[in-house]
């Protein structure tokens, strides 16, 4: 005789014999009892629940001989026969190879003859959700007023790709996943009929992995037999999945707290093909850590022991709710990447894990916030930074940046006197965060208000020499006049930008002239420029550098232009080189 396996040899036959559904049993019950059994049902719920099961235990109640009855006798030929699977007038048809618009055509051509033996033609369509929106428009006018001797049982477990127009014609049973207790309960059960003596906990550890499915957790008894024989232990439990169990997880999420990328990866399994089964399960590992942090150790509604609780509550302490809720969607994002790169499922889950694990990916805008509010009053105070920040103090910690990180540009040069203050009227510059710039060897100088005095010239800007930071009008050389001759102005305009931005002093210095000093604006010309360099002239604020710079030597507001070397005048030609060119051809030029 050929092996039947369990989930097939314990399939509940009654209403009493369904586990964890006492709703939907009582439901189904009480529409017999009460002489109210609708013509159309859409039974939904996780896999592994019991849906079409109960559909068909609900239509072996309504054609038991003695019935219709809640409780069906299981002797007359009507029950033997649908329990055989042998009823001629219960047609399971299954709406994944049968959704096609002509798939239904055939069955409603069907649906007019009246039953062979029983009281009543019963379709039950499992994966209904399959059904094409052409089959699925068909079945409507039939769905909704059927003849009297046929009852619709419809299976799915996505209710939502259902069209809404089959649903409203439904009346709708929802079936609900499994507690991991009542499961664990039915293995036992089954084990003491089996005569399978399994060490203490296997049960509750196959129903953990279940995730609320029987039919899994029945499944996974078998192939546990199979590997380990009647006497399994939680090892044999270990190797038969590499899905992981409570302290896998736990191990697991202690590296992640520490930051610890090789860690993280060295306690990933190295069975390959369970990374959705091991994503899943430290996902509602994580989900039972936020709501035990959230709802107290007594939460009703998580499947977790009370020592289990107990840690959880203390990690969810320590980590937060924002943080557990950021781990929840990277895994949740992770797990639906992998059902469109099934092949790579492992790198996916590797990425989420060492995305999970680095500091400054798992903080919380809550606490970004408090971190920038903390520096802003710290540079508000004026106080100085020591030879390293606290932590609680600089948004990214230094010892979790890499040291190659290059230094993020002020948007204004710094100059010896007034640091990277900018001129009057400009918009201040966003402050660079410490852990992105070099550290200052002194202490953050208190900033004053910069409140212009009155004065005639509006345009008038800093002098250079301004020890308080108030705006004033520049200073010139020993007699009190700003500089005149475009060659001092030029050497005083190189020395301001050496002092803050070196590069483009050198570059004004090497391939600049001041070829045109006028009341208005400044002329610098440039020769043979390569393209970086333009760059770097092109750049806003090394322009406004510049236009700063000029400012500050002239004690006036001018237009800095840029522009290239105009070429030399041609020398005139004399006649011998006329006629080396017009015997040769070709063109004769000056080597400057």
């Known amino acids: 005789m050929s092996y039947l396996v369990l989930a097939r040899k314990y399939r509940p036959r009654t209403f009493a014999d369904i586990v964890g559904q006492e709703v939907a049993a009582n439901t189904l019950r009480g529409a017999i009892t009460e002489n109210r059994v609708g013509h159309a049902y859409l039974f939904h719920g996780p896999r592994g629940t019991g849906?079409?099961?109960?559909?068909?235990?609900?239509?072996?109640?309504?054609?038991?001989?003695?019935?219709?009855?809640?409780?069906?006798?299981?002797?007359?030929?009507?029950?033997?026969?649908?329990?055989?699977?042998?009823?001629?007038?219960?047609?399971?048809?299954?709406?994944?190879?049968?959704?096609?618009?002509?798939?239904?055509?055939?069955?409603?051509?069907?649906?007019?003859?009246?039953?062979?033996?029983?009281?009543?033609?019963?379709?039950?369509l499992d994966e209904a959700h399959m059904l094409t929106k052409e089959?699925?428009?068909?079945?409507?006018?039939?769905?909704?007023?059927?003849?009297?001797?046929?009852?619709?049982?419809?299976?799915?477990?996505?209710?939502?790709?259902?069209?809404?127009?089959?649903?409203?014609?439904?009346?709708?049973?929802?079936?609900?996943?499994?507690?991991?207790?009542?499961?664990?309960?039915?293995?036992?059960?089954?084990?003491?009929?089996?005569?399978?003596?399994?060490?203490?906990?296997?049960?509750?550890?196959?129903?953990?992995?279940?995730?609320?499915?029987?039919?899994?957790?029945?499944?996974?008894?078998?192939?546990?037999?199979?590997?380990?024989?009647?006497k399994p232990t939680l090892a044999d439990v270990e190797r038969l999945s590499g899905a992981g169990g409570a302290d896998e997880f736990e191990a697991l999420c202690d590296a992640l707290e520490k930051h610890d990328p090789a860690l993280v990866l060295s306690l990933l399994p190295e069975t390959r093909g369970s990374e959705v089964d091991l994503c899943g399960g430290l996902l509602e590992h994580v989900r039972t850590m936020l709501v035990v942090g959230l709802c107290g150790r007594d939460a009703p509604f998580v499947e977790a022991t009370t020592a289990l609780r107990?840690?959880?509550?203390?990690?969810?302490?320590?980590?937060?709710?924002?943080?557990?809720?950021?781990?929840?969607?990277?895994?949740?994002a992770a797990r639906e990447r992998m059902r469109h790169v099934p092949t790579h499922a492992r790198v996916v889950l590797e990425t989420a894990l060492l995305a999970i694990a680095r500091a400054e990916t798992s903080w919380s805008l809550a606490e970004l916030a408090e971190r920038l509010a903390a520096l802003e009053e710290r540079l508000a105070r004026g106080v100085a930074p020591t030879a390293r920040p606290a932590a609680t103090d600089l948004l990214p910690r230094p010892s979790e940046r890499s040291a190659a990180a290059p230094a993020a540009p002020s948007a204004y040069p710094a100059h010896p006197a007034h640091g990277a203050n900018p001129p009057h009227g400009a918009n201040p510059p966003h402050a660079v965060h410490p852990a992105h710039a070099p550290a200052p060897a002194v202490g953050f100088p208190r900033r004053e208000p910069l409140t212009p005095p009155a004065q005639s010239n509006p345009r008038e800007v800093p002098?250079?020499?301004?020890?308080?930071?108030?705006?004033?009008?520049?200073?010139?050389?020993?007699?009190?006049?700003?500089?005149?001759?475009?060659?001092?102005?030029?050497?005083?305009?190189?020395?301001?930008?050496?002092?803050?931005?070196?590069?483009?002093?050198?570059?004004?210095?090497?391939?600049?002239?001041?070829?045109?000093?006028?009341?208005?604006?400044?002329?610098?010309?440039?020769?043979?420029?390569?393209?970086?360099?333009?760059?770097?002239?092109?750049?806003?604020?090394?322009?406004?550098?510049?236009?700063?710079?000029?400012?500050?030597?002239?004690?006036?507001?001018?237009?800095?232009?840029?522009?290239?070397?105009?070429?030399?005048?041609?020398?005139?030609?004399?006649?011998?080189?006329?006629k080396v060119t017009e015997l040769f051809g070709g063109r004769i030029e000056d080597d400057a």
């Open 51 to 124: 849906k079409t099961t109960s559909a068909r235990i609900f239509a072996k109640a309504l054609n038991c001989e003695h019935g219709p009855t809640v409780e069906p006798c299981g002797e007359c030929d009507r029950c033997r026969a649908a329990d055989a699977n042998a009823e001629a007038d219960l047609i399971e048809l299954d709406a994944a190879s049968n959704r096609r618009i002509d798939d239904v055509r055939e069955l409603l051509a069907q649906v007019g003859y009246a039953p062979m033996r029983a009281r009543y033609k019963v379709y039950i």
């Open 135 to 230: 089959a699925s428009n068909a079945l409507l006018k039939t769905l909704e007023e059927p003849p009297a001797h046929v009852k619709f049982f419809l299976a799915t477990t996505e209710p939502d790709k259902i069209l809404a127009t089959i649903r409203s014609r439904c009346q709708i049973v929802q079936l609900s996943p499994l507690s991991e207790q009542q499961i664990a309960d039915r293995l036992e059960w089954v084990f003491a009929r089996e005569n399978i003596q399994a060490e203490p906990g296997v049960a509750a550890e196959l129903a953990r992995r279940a995730r609320g499915g029987l039919r899994d957790a029945l499944s996974n008894t078998d192939q546990l037999l199979s590997l380990a024989g009647s």
């Open 310 to 332: 107990a840690k959880l509550a203390e990690r969810a302490a320590r980590l937060g709710p924002e943080r557990l809720q950021l781990w929840m969607e990277e895994l949740l």
């Open 463 to 578: 002098s250079a020499g301004s020890a308080s930071g108030a705006w004033t009008p520049a200073a010139g050389p020993a007699s009190g006049r700003a500089p005149s001759e475009p060659g001092e102005v030029w050497k005083r305009v190189l020395a301001d930008l050496a002092g803050g931005s070196s590069s483009l002093a050198d570059l004004l210095r090497t391939r600049g002239r001041l070829v045109e000093l006028a009341p208005s604006h400044a002329l610098v010309r440039f020769a043979t420029l390569r393209p970086e360099e333009r760059m770097l002239l092109a750049e806003p604020r090394n322009r406004k550098a510049c236009s700063v710079a000029f400012a500050r030597a002239l004690g006036r507001e001018v237009e800095v232009r840029f522009g290239d070397a105009e070429p030399p005048p041609r020398a005139p030609k004399d006649p011998f080189t006329d």
